[in-house]
């Protein structure tokens, strides 16, 4: 589980340091380039939508194993990523791949650690945060290492392979029933729109995406606008991804002691909004330290945000399909965030109005912690 989530960033986080080489080398606007990050939120939104009927026909860790294997293709694949077609095509297929595994995880959680659902989920998305962290820090010294940025942002590929040799022994295992006839609808019962609380989880969810996706592609310009070097930005962009780590792992776990997660997401929220605040005005003031605060915060709110679907959910089926429209709305409308910024930039010509926007959004995600009380259960079982 560790090392299937370690996949989920790095071909995302890799780009973001290299952003301006390959805007340049490829002669793209902002709008254009953002794509590269946007693609694949979309995508993971969209494609969410497979994960159940790829679990019910080929078993869950089938599932995980193929999705995986389409990440590892997709990053492969940029090796020839100075054609823009195959670049932005092979941005889909890592989504896709993103998606199905990373829907399907939470259920796995809740089939095996039904009591500890915050610290394990907590663990797989510190184990997902490192990937990210580890490829936003190495990016540019892989740039220097092989001289051509599609090298470097090919070589994420080698740890989807290492991840498909370990979890491939989970996929020898007997099925116990013949695989169901699923689709896509099937994940959608009829009870789902009336229930007001997935609608909730499903916006709180793309808010705080959003937030992240947004961050994570734009830090590092944002900076080397202000003179910084490719190196200095991408450290800084390590360090939130770091940063993130230490609240992902805390945070989550210090909320499994306490039925209801309002007060720490409340607490991760109010860090990312001083964060957001500080870089937004005061760019070049201890940037480390507002960075730091950011990644701290938002680190300890992805793994909450994805326990929420776990805690609402009367079983693994639901908790499968929960996660999965979750993902699927909450993703799609998160793909927003990275896109709106490169326009707002090229409208703008600064990143003032973009980065102030996302502090703005994070003020309405810390309104709606207030609705998440414990003790709701949705049943979306067949």
Do not use: C
Not at 170 to 182: D, F
Not at 321 to 331: E, M, R
Request: hydrophobic fraction near 55%; charged fraction near 10%; charge should be neutral.
């Amino acid at each position: 589980m560790i090392l299937i989530s370690f996949n989920f960033r790095p071909a995302i986080a890799s780009v973001p340091p290299l952003l301006e080489l390959i805007k340049t080398d490829l002669n793209l606007s902002y709008f254009i380039a953002s794509l590269l990050t946007t693609i694949p939120t979309l995508s993971m939104g969209i494609f969410a939508l497979l994960a159940v009927p790829f679990s019910r026909f080929f078993g869950r860790e089938k599932a995980i194993f193929y999705a995986v294997f389409l990440i590892g293709i997709a990053t492969l694949s940029r090796l020839w990523g100075s054609n823009l077609l195959l670049l932005l095509g092979t941005t889909i297929v890592l989504g896709m791949g993103i998606a199905i595994a990373q829907t399907l995880l939470p259920s796995f959680v809740k089939t095996y650690f039904p009591n500890r659902a915050a610290s394990v989920t907590g663990i797989y998305a510190t184990s997902l945060t490192l990937g990210a962290a580890v490829a936003a820090g190495f990016s540019v010294p892989l740039l220097t290492f092989f001289g051509d940025w599609t090298f470097s942002l090919a070589f994420w590929s080698i740890f989807a392979i290492i991840a498909l040799v370990v979890w491939f022994p989970l996929t020898l295992q007997k099925r116990s029933e013949t695989p169901p006839t699923a689709s896509i609808a099937s994940v959608f019962p009829k009870t789902t729109w009336s229930h007001t609380w997935v609608w909730a989880i499903s916006l709180f969810l793309a808010l705080v995406t959003l937030l992240f996706y947004s961050v994570l592609s734009w830090l590092s310009p944002l900076y080397m606008s202000l003179g910084w070097s490719a190196n200095e930005a991408g450290l800084l962009l390590t360090v939130f991804l770091l940063t993130q780590l230490l609240g992902t792992a805390s945070i989550s776990a210090l909320s499994d002691s306490n039925i209801d997660r309002r007060p720490w997401i409340f607490f991760s929220l109010i860090l990312s909004a001083v964060g957001l605040f500080a870089i937004t005005m005061f760019p070049l003031l201890v940037p480390y330290l507002w960075v730091s605060i950011l990644g701290i915060g938002l680190g300890g709110i992805f793994p909450l945000s994805m326990t929420l679907p776990i805690d609402y959910s009367s079983d693994e089926k639901t908790a499968e399909k929960l996660t999965s429209i979750v993902l699927f709305f909450g993703y799609s409308l998160a793909a927003i965030g990275p896109s709106g910024m490169g326009i707002i930039r090229d409208i703008f010509g600064d990143y003032y109005l973009a980065f102030l926007s996302l502090f703005f959004i994070n003020i309405l995600a810390l309104i709606f912690t207030f609705k998440f009380k414990p003790g709701i259960s949705i049943n979306l079982s067949d």
